[in-house]
């Protein structure tokens, strides 16, 4: 071999080792699939892990009386997050003092020294750098005794937004709005990128026009504003409201844990499959019942347990048992969110107290056109559409309620601009799916036929 090809054979030579190697850098080879070792992926605070399985779910209808006529069908959930509790008033105060005080230091204080500028350099040459201005949220101090938009300091500059009424400091509720940025549903917008602002400011009045000739001074006084009902569900709260709460949740928390935080996961409100499958505790719910009765002549929708004392058999949800009969489950109105004991999920009352928003859009026939894979209806109504097309489900049952309307196959709806004192809402997120000790990689079976061969071949070697 000459001296060039021999120089050749070597220079080619290591050229596939070279690439023999990078190889082994660029190309990685898979690794076996263990399963997940912890319980499950630590949730957001208030937030609880569902496990993604198969829920079996009734045809639409609203009358529980029904249940033997309807048709089922199997729906697959992946796994979610969804808040262990309906969202107290505590905490949806927490969002309209958030807000507040944004409008108050953006529209109306306009002092420099709450503000943080950010300038960002320009790209390529003869570009100009542009100043961002943001909140600096360290000198509001939200943990303060009182939010911001009541410091006496700042007052005199919040006069139409801060009103004096028989010695108590109210927001004006129309100035009290939420700017958020989401995809919109349906309409000519659709896919689009769309802003919505949204008036945060509970209805307090909905107790009184719920219920017109009743005495609800108390509760139209005091229930959003006052600490007594602080851990008590948050009512007078609209669709879109629920919504724009669910986004500035994500403002201000997002996911805490760092083995979920790459996702980008988003709080919203469950979808209505999301609702049912935590409510009637997942793959217990089984195809021999509905939800959690068992047969029609079984009117025990709602959870209860017998007193050792009084021998007597009590529910353990907060409904309406009969005719005027309100009090029998312990109160007559709402209760705290933590109150009974939770479902097998651990989710407290997601049978009564209030009933709960839900992300879907009602139609009497969506189940027979919907995905039986994580099934959702959206469609974002313009305020100005007719009433049927603003329509988005409502579930659960509440305290005004009787117990048909806490089974958990039974749907029902209400406008999306409307609030009532019977309706709240829980937020949800999607979750990533935990591998199971049954798809971890195992070394292969050998059919039996095989294992017979093998062995035959084995003793007659032997002999």
Known sequence: MSTNYTKIALIAACTLLGACKSAKKVYEVPQD??????????????????????????????????????????????????????????????????????VAV??????????????????????????????????????????????????????SLVKDVAGKKQLTSKLVRFTYRHVQAGGPNEGKSVVDTVEVMPDNNVWAQDFPNSQSDIYVNNYFTNKAFDNYPVVGVTWKQARAYSNWRGIISGSQDANIKDFGLKFNLPTEAQWEYAASGGENNAESIVGNVASRTDINVVPSYINKKSKKN??????????????KDG???????????????????????????????????????????????????????????????????????????????????????????????????????ILTDQVRTRARIAPKKEKAKKAAKVTASAN
């Open 33 to 102: 699939t263990r399963a997940y070792k912890g319980k499950a992926p630590a949730a957001p605070p208030g937030m609880v892990y569902i496990p993604a399985g198969t829920i079996f779910e009734r045809a639409p209808h609203t009358d529980s009386t029904d249940i033997d006529t309807a048709s089922t069908r199997r729906v697959s959930l992946t796994a979610f997050f969804i808040d262990a509790t309906e969202v107290s008033n505590r905490q949806y105060r927490k969002f309209v003092d958030w807000v507040a005080d944004s």
């Open 106 to 159: 953006v529209d109306y204080i306009k002092d420099p020294k709450l503000f943080i500028e950010t300038k960002i350099k320009a790209k390529g040459k003869g570009g100009k750098d542009t100043t961002i201005k943001k909140i600096n949220w360290s000198k509001i101090e939200l943990g303060g005794k009182i939010p911001f938009w009541q410091n006496p300091e700042y007052l005199p500059k919040l006069a």
């Open 314 to 327: 009590l529910a353990l949800a907060n409904f309406k048992q009969g005719e005027g009969s309100y009090t």
């Open 331 to 433: 109160a007559t109105y709402t209760l705290p969110v933590k109150s009974y004991a939770p479902n097998v999920f651990g989710l407290y009352n997601m049978q009564g107290n209030v009933a709960e928003w839900t992300l879907d859009a009602y139609s009497p026939s969506a189940r027979e056109f919907v995905e039986d894979n994580d099934p959702v209806l959206l469609y974002d109504a313009p305020d100005d559409d007719v009433d049927v097309m603003k329509r988005k489900v409502v579930r659960g049952g509440s305290w005004k309620d009787n117990a048909g309307e806490l089974n958990t196959a039974t749907r029902n709806y209400e406008t999306q601009n409307t609030a009532h004192s019977y309706i709240g809402f829980r937020c949800a997120m999607s979750a990533p799916d």
